[in-house]
């Protein structure tokens, strides 16, 4: 399942420092994920989801979990390091939009769309090269009337004449088709994806939009991208403190909430996952899935066996769960429903599973 956001810019923009953060907040949580290898440009985060605080105070179960997701970091450019976030699905892109004379910039002057069109450029020459790769070999392939190779490469060719105009591949006219899906699947061009852009501000412009952070927001807007505004530095602090010096510390700079936990959020929803929740006095969860899958298949990512022996799920949902005050009420009032397989789980489903192995 595609879980994990790689992190691009350039240098001094925040990116460590925004990882940095990132890291952080893994800390408390990585021990609960035995299955996930920490490696040092890794980080894997709880999703924000204040929904599992609000199932807790009902059940009172001993933990709460949260859905995670994994950021991965790249120490620079050039194909070598770009080739660490071609397995990721969604890129943050971050953006300088501060101002600090002691931090050097490598183009030595703010301009946010001039850095951001240097780094997408980037990105485009790398899907060159190895697009030319594929055109070589598909090339061979078609001669030797390989099934689907004739395709393959009129595809392919007219995607190297579009990014050689310096476009990226997600603006591709055949973008949506299945030929180009396939390339795309095993490409897994990096100017594809779908990009959050973190626009880096000075902590005493978070509540504002500056010049930089609108003229990032028009760019986003043309390509239907998001921008999420935060101050690396702050977020940092942020990590360290309670729920209720952090509401504080963001409250005194005019700010709503961590921007870092808006960029988790919104690179999850990008992702095309969802949760759906159990609740037991052992542990309130959430489980990620992706949007539209149907309950076998999401019980399988508690266990194999619960899709293999699959025989219904009772669902409340997440609104009649806490309007009823937990599940046995939910169930005298009706909330409860038995699904069977080809039902299609919701976003904050409250689920137990029946099975039969
Ligand atoms: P990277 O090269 O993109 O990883 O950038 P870093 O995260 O290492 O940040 C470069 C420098 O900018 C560091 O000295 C940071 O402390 C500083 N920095 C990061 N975010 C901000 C910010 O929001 N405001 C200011 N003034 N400095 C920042």
Known sequence: MG???GIVGLPNVGKSTTFNALTKASNAEAANYPFCTIEPNKAIVPVPDPRLDELA??????KIQHS???FVDIAGLGNKFLSNIRETEVILHMVRCFEDSNVTHVENSVDPIRDIEIIETELILADIEQLAKKIEKLTKEAKA?????KESLECAKALADHLDSGKSAASFSEFDSDVFNALNKELRLLSAKEVIYGANVNEDEISIDNEYVKKVKEYAKERGAEVIKL???IEEELIGLDDAEAKEMLESLGASESGLESIIRTAFAKLGLISYFTAGVVEVRA???????KAPKAASVIHNDFERGFIRAEVISYDDYIACGGEAKAKEAGKMRLEGKDYIVNDGDVMHFRFNV
């Open 3 to 5: 879980l994990s956001v």
């Open 57 to 62: 105070k009902i059940v009172k179960p001993n």
């Open 68 to 70: 995670v997701i994994e």
């Open 145 to 149: 009337n390989v099934k689907g190779a």
């Open 231 to 233: 101050c690396a530095k």
């Open 287 to 293: 489980w990620t899935i992706h949007k539209g899958w």
